[in-house]
């Protein structure tokens, strides 16, 4: 608390003017975004809602949107890239999805964020609101006995904002494209694989949050440039307030006091994971298409090392040390996520 | 069903209710249903539409009484006035009870309301009030205990939290302290009771209410203080132990109940329970449990559950040791355990005797490593490509983050990790492991300089090595010899070491608390032969050996006889 306000005034001033114009770029891009299908007239008080973008992931929509409804979401917005592989027209007929589509390019829009702090501010205003991805599955303590609104009640109570979910990379044992993914199956009966301890962690003192690299890619992958592989820190789930922004992804957040989801006196918060069903066999043609697009973040230098990875000896991630994923508990004990004090 | 006239123990109850009244009047009607009757005060920031709903679902109940309205903050004292009002209506309304208790609206009868009943006319004079010595509690939150009592709150704390503290202290330095009125000793306890209606009597008419009111309204959290203080001033017998299970967290907020705790709540055989999300349908159809045939005044048995909780505290509080992840990162010397197991480090060791590591191995039950921390690569036991826990054995990712490399390391696996160091390693490492106390240091100074003597390099480059490499062995002693060390440290220099290795290899072994086999043999020792001619080169060269021990001729017969009768 002292240290926070210690920080120079002139960080905070410098903090204050980046979230205003990122609130403020939003609002300008709105019209970026066309309404296909506008069902947020059902949103009630209270409600949870889900906000996610997607490009031609149609495979994954029917699991997806399935657990997240028996999780407690309320309510989808969903961000339609340009898709054309019919996910625009399944997630229409969704009675509890919003879809809007847009044409405008994936990096232009700082990574999809400017539609996603759009819709926030639009429609997220005072809801606990879960920015995911379609290929990222929340997990928290307690899921399998209590609703998100459990967990969104006793957040609230304790007064917090916000909280983590760090990104768990999935994999098959096996080389990825030899179990195909059958569309509405649970994806996690095939990639139910994880790096149980090796991930890196640093704090970003200007933004407030820690900075978590490691796991299965950082592995397999970055091994010449640990320090360029994928950030896998998250904070997902925001009791959202509409001059609230993403900065980048959902790693951090303005203001930095959403940031500050981690304990250092030594105790543990409550936090969550998120597992990212990403290695599975539709990876191996998207990783191609998603070079071509050159959309990605630190130009595309991830699914370039993917790519020559797969060229090299096909995509295995598997090892013997690997884990195989048992559940909240296993991720618990292993000091992955933590109940805190939610007993 | 109604209690029997003739029973000797007529219950009310004092229902205080915030928000959610649809649970609220369900509870209500649980308790009369089981036969007592009941005073509802509801906080005045409720809206009318929801007032107006609790009140029609509780149209066919004569037994409920509502008292007038008041509204309610936390921690002030507008909980106790609602709280002696509603009393004051129940006592009115039914004169002849014989005992009132105190619950909220959410909480939750978990055993029949006969039960309770049953249990209370065990010992009718009793009051179940926990009341503990202000001076004595250690479990308040944010450290006010007694100074709950000797200062003024006249501001809310939530709603004015920097104001509230700013206060706190301005009174602190001023050197504040209220007199506590005569004939009273502040004890505080749980907010929830059962008292007998005598001693309630005692406590609303007694002479010097006007007072008591006065002195409790600027008192902090006066609904933990004011009845279970003026308790002690006249009930006959106290049972210092709250009959409702309701625990609070480290900020002093209750813990919620959900569906998963339902095995714990009955094994607990308490009579009520706090607070319940109002989601916990699976409680709700529960509870309270079906009435026996037999009556069961079995008294409550809250401990394992306390225990669940107390260990949740600690977690939220203390955390693992040895844990960094996304929700603790513990600032430096905060990490209430900076590793989670002991481990050893051995220095100079494998460059004594190049076979050392698989020679250790084998003669103790650990898992030990070459050089964790080495340049070339991490030197894992069996040098394989992923180490423990997936961790790679790249030494890029390792110099990411060393210390979360080597918590990590020391978390996920089960055995006692044991590795090799030198000063050719990364040196990050030095202070963090040399102030915890689950590390163990066996170094000999100067061996770094035994690989030197079989090298083939030009003299210059083995000068430039051995200029370096003692710099960073002597700044890493001086970590080793300051007064944080909280490690276990042995230091031996390389000629008291030769002189005799057995004694001292043995001695480390030991230390290591693990299963030993009994080493008979000693590993292959590196030729030494040529490290007085190098030492004296380095000399001459202008570099003053400083760790390989006193004397240049190795070993030192009058040196080491020193060493031994010392």
Redesign the interface.
């Known amino acids: 608390m002292f240290r926070s306000r210690a920080l120079s005034l002139a960080d905070r001033l410098k903090r204050r003017s980046e979230r205003q114009y990122l609130v403020a770029r939003a609002f300008n891009r709105r019209r970026a975004l066309k309404p296909v299908v506008d069902r947020t007239g059902r949103i009630r008080k209270g409600d949870i809602l889900a906000f996610v973008t997607l490009r031609n992931e149609k495979a994954r929509l029917p699991y997806f949107l399935d657990y997240y409804r028996k999780l407690g979401v309320n309510h989808f917005l969903f961000v339609n890239n340009d898709s054309d592989d019919g996910s625009g027209a399944y997630l229409s007929e969704q009675p509890d999805v919003s879809v809007w589509w847009t044409k405008s390019g994936y990096k232009k829009s700082r990574f999809g964020m400017d539609w996603i702090n759009w819709l926030l501010m639009r429609h997220g205003n005072g809801h606990w609101c879960l920015t995911v991805d379609p290929d990222e599955f929340f997990v928290y303590p307690?899921c399998d006995?209590?609703?998100l609104?459990?967990l969104t009640?006793?957040l609230d109570?304790?007064g917090r904002r916000s909280f983590?979910a760090?990104l768990l990379d999935m994999y098959p044992k096996g080389q990825i494209e030899e179990q195909p993914y059958t569309e509405g199956t649970n994806p996690f009966a095939i990639a139910r694989w994880f790096?149980?301890?090796?991930?890196?962690?640093?704090?970003n003192a200007y933004y407030g949050n820690?900075w978590?690299?490691?796991g299965?890619r950082?592995?397999a992958f970055f091994?010449?440039?640990?320090?360029a592989g994928p950030a896998l820190?998250k904070i997902p789930l925001v009791k959202w307030y509409w001059r609230y922004a993403y900065v980048s992804s959902t790693h951090m957040l303005l203001p930095r006091s959403l940031n500050l989801?981690?304990?250092?006196?030594?105790?543990?918060?409550?936090?969550g994971c998120l597992l990212h069903a990403k290695f599975l066999s539709l990876f191996a043609d998207k990783s191609a298409e998603e070079l071509d697009r050159g959309q990605h973040y630190a130009n595309s230098r991830e699914y370039k090392a993917y790519h020559a990875g797969l060229r090299g000896r096909g995509t295995d991630l598997w090892?013997?040390?690997?884990r195989e994923y048992t559940g909240w508990r296993q991720l618990e004990d292993?000091?992955?996520?933590?109940?805190?004090?939610?007993? | 069903m109604i209690a029997p006239a003739n029973a000797p123990v007529r219950l009310g109850v004092v229902m205080l209710c915030h928000s959610d009244l649809d649970m609220a009047a369900r509870m209500a009607r649980i308790w009369v249903e089981g036969g007592a009757r009941i005073a509802i005060h509801v906080d005045a920031k409720a809206t009318p539409k929801a007032m107006r709903g609790m009140r029609a679902a509780l149209a066919d109940l004569p037994q409920v009484v509502f008292s007038r309205r008041h509204p309610c903050d936390w921690g002030r004292f507008s909980l106790v006035r609602a709280t002696q009002e509603a009393a004051e209506a129940l006592l009115a309304a039914h004169p002849d009870l014989t005992h009132v208790y105190l619950a909220s609206g959410s909480c939750l009868p978990l055993r029949p309301i006969r039960d309770l009943i049953a249990y209370l006319a065990e010992d009718p004079q009793r009051d179940h009030i926990e009341s503990v010595n202000a001076l004595d509690v250690g479990w308040t939150v944010g450290g006010l205990n007694e100074e709950r009592f000797t200062l003024f709150y006249p501001l809310d704390w939530r709603r004015r939290r920097w104001l509230f503290d700013r206060l706190v202290n301005l009174q602190r330095r001023l050197g504040f302290r209220r007199r506590i009125p005569k004939g009273i000793t502040p004890h505080l306890g749980s907010q929830w009771w059962c008292l007998t209606t005598a001693t309630l009597r005692a406590i609303l008419e007694d002479p010097r209410r006007t007072e008591f009111d006065r002195y409790f309204r600027l008192t902090w959290i006066p609904d933990e203080s004011y009845f279970q203080t003026l308790a002690r001033r006249h009930a006959i017998r106290i049972e210092s132990q709250s009959l409702t299970l309701a625990k609070f967290d480290h900020e002093g907020k209750p813990y919620q109940l959900y569906d998963d705790h339902m095995l714990l709540l009955e094994e607990s055989r308490c009579f009520v329970a706090r607070k319940v999300w109002k989601g916990s349908t699976g409680l709700m159809t529960r509870f309270p449990l079906a009435a026996e045939p037999q009556v069961d005044p079995a008294p409550p048995q809250p401990q394992h559950f306390e225990r669940l909780i107390n260990r949740t505290v600690r977690r939220r509080l203390l955390g693992r040791p040895g844990l960094y992840m996304q929700s603790r990162f513990p600032r430096k010397d905060c990490e209430n355990g900076k590793t989670s197991a002991p481990y050893a480090i051995f220095q100079g060791f494998s460059d004594i005797f190049p076979e050392f590591e698989t020679w250790l191995a084998a003669h103790v039950e650990a898992d030990v490593h070459g050089h964790l921390l080495g340049p070339e690569m991490v030197e894992f036991a069996g040098r394989p490509q992923v180490g423990p826990g997936a961790i790679s054995s790249i030494p890029q990712i390792r110099d990411r983050d060393p210390q979360g490399f080597l918590t990590a390391l020391i978390r996920v696996t089960n055995r006692m990790q044991v590795f090799q160091f030198s000063p050719r390693d990364n040196q990050k490492l030095n202070w963090f492991m040399a102030t915890d106390p689950n590390a163990q240091f066996h170094v000999v100074t100067g061996a770094w300089m035994l690989p030197l003597l079989d090298c083939d390099m030009p003299f210059d480059d083995i000068r430039r090595i051995s200029a370096q490499l003692q710099r960073a062995e002597l700044k890493q002693l001086e970590v080793l010899n300051s007064v944080w060390v909280k490690a276990r440290v042995q230091i031996h220099e390389l000629n008291d070491f030769m002189a005799r290795p057995q004694a001292i290899l043995g001695a480390a072994l030991q230390q290591l608390q693990v299963p030993v086999h009994p080493a008979a043999d000693m590993p292959r020792m590196r030729n030494t032969a040529g490290l007085p001619a190098l030492l004296r080169q380095l000399r001459n060269s202008g570099l003053r050996p400083r760790l390989t021990g006193e004397g240049l001729e190795l070993p030192e017969q009058s040196l080491t006889e020193r060493t031994a009768a010392e």
């Open positions: 307690h006995n209590r609703p609104g459990a009640s006793w109570s304790s983590p760090m790096d149980p301890a090796n991930y890196t962690i640093s704090k820690l978590i690299q490691g299965p950082t592995r091994t010449e440039d640990p320090l820190n989801v981690y304990d250092e006196d030594g105790g543990e918060q409550a936090s090892c013997s040390e690997s292993l000091g992955l996520i933590s109940r805190g004090n939610w007993a």
